[in-house]
């Protein structure tokens, strides 16, 4: 019967088994990364072994200073996520909910989205300079079109049978906007956010690239150029902790914002 559960689409499972399973893919990638370093089938300079690793990550917060960089490259995401967020949430919405909206802006940003952020750099720095202007910038835009699209996919998802029900109860055009739209389509814009930061956070390196003094990405990127695997491999390392961080403060947020909606997220 517990077999039969745990192979049940969109079937529960205990929380303890949930946690345990999780663990287990992480202590499984620590089994196939000792196997392949310490029986020398991979050399130490393209993936050093766990040991290595975390006396290089010891080495780094003690003598060089990684919290400065983690710092820096946290001001830096949150910052570009944010600006991001507060124009495209309101644009999303205003796409999903009006169609002349919708006609005007949603091919151009389908148009932009495909253009790497990594592309626009040269231009970034030419009206920007190479301070941190510069790197939110490449943050922002890259975050900011998927945003923007995904939102407007989550309000246009909005039952059209509670607005036409609201218009029949003599709801306003602003009161269907203001109380059955944002509504319905918060929960899922507060998911997009989740997964948004996470995109955020995939263009820290790109952003970091060009003159930066500090940051996970200007550390990442200088240990390549001196074959410091280790330090690579601890700064990814950094990035992935921090990313899980997020996501777990997000699900806390979706789980108390909706608790009707169980415990959420994607």
């Known amino acids: 019967m517990v077999k039969c559960k745990l192979l049940t689409p969109k079937a529960e499972i205990a929380a303890p088994l949930y946690v345990t399973l999780s663990a287990l893919t992480f202590v499984l990638l620590g089994v196939i990364w000792s196997a392949l370093t310490y029986s020398d089938l991979i050399p130490p300079m393209f993936l050093p072994p766990p040991d290595k690793v975390l006396k290089d990550g010891v080495l780094l917060f003690t003598e060089f200073d990684l919290l400065a960089d983690i710092w820096a490259s946290v001001v830096r995401v949150t910052v570009g996520f944010v600006l991001a967020a507060v124009i495209a ?100 814009i507060v998911d997009t956010l989740r997964i948004a930061f996470g995109w955020a956070w995939t263009y820290l390196v790109v952003a970091e690239i060009v003159a930066a003094g500090s940051g996970l990405g200007y550390m990442i990127m200088q240990s390549q150029r001196f074959l410091k695997t280790g330090n690579i491999i601890v700064g990814i390392i950094v990035i992935g902790v921090i990313g899980i961080l997020i996501d777990v403060a997000f699900k806390w947020l979706y789980a108390r914002m909706f608790p009707w909606l169980g415990k959420g997220g994607r």
Request: aromatic residues 10%; hydrophobic residues 55%.
């Open 89 to 188: 949430v309101p644009l999303g919405i205003l796409m999903g909910s009006l169609k002349v909206c919708e006609a005007l802006v949603e091919p151009l940003l389908s148009f932009i989205r495909y253009m790497p952020a990594s592309a626009f750099i040269p231009l970034f720095i030419l009206w920007l300079g190479i301070g941190e202007s510069e790197k939110i910038a490449v943050i922002l835009f890259g975050t900011f079109f998927p945003l923007a699209l995904m939102v407007m996919d989550v309000t246009k998802n909005v039952a059209h049978d509670l607005i036409d029900t609201s218009y029949t109860l003599g709801v306003s055009r602003l009161g269907v906007f203001r109380r059955v739209i944002l509504p319905a389509s918060l929960p899922g």
